[in-house]
């Protein structure tokens, strides 16, 4: 979707198409960082519910507190340690930068992109894009580590315990005669000798053989 999202909307396709790689590639780690986290959630949590519902509070915060939807400058003192702590602030000025940084807006006028970035409280300048994507790719980084202590340590996958093959007594099997033919059978769980089944008819007191003097077992 993301080349469907960038082309659609009108994107820069300058420098050869070097900012359209950056925009599918820093997407692609949002997602794996995104994906690792939530693996963490689930290798912690007792139940498929209480991860979901983490989840979802802590998706909520982080989309909170990375810059788009209350800007930097706007963040209390107090909570602007969690735009910091907040891995998806990173892509999101990442991709800020890779398409407003020398772009000129049509309005109001003479504004540019620099001038957005710097009213949300964001880096201005180009080299800032391939930092805030290493810091992202640490935070993929650090949530593979976390997972793989989860899964271990914190939920540990129990330990497959191989079945020994079930020792079966010898004893004799026995022997029945059914219209002139002989079966024999191992002891097992249920044996029946000369079954009659039937149900109740359409009719008042008639009844529906369905077996007759059925031998077997089980």
Known sequence: YSTIVYWSVGFSGADNGQRFLTWIFTTWMTIMASSTFIQILGYSSPDVQAAASIAGILQFVFVAFC????PKIEIPDNWIFMYYLTYLRYPVEALSINELWDAELTSPPG??????????GMRTTPDWIWKDIGILISFWAAFNIAAFVALHFIRPVAKLTPIKPMEVAETESWKTDVDGVLFHATPSSIVWKDLHYSVPGSKKGEKIGLLNGVDGCV
């Not at 504004?111 to 949300?120: K, M, N, P, Q, W």
Request: glycine fraction near 14%; aromatic fraction near 14%; charged fraction near 15%.
């Open 111 to 120: 504004a540019t992109g620099v001038d957005i970035l710097e009213a949300f």
């Open 67 to 70: 810059g788009f939807l209350v």
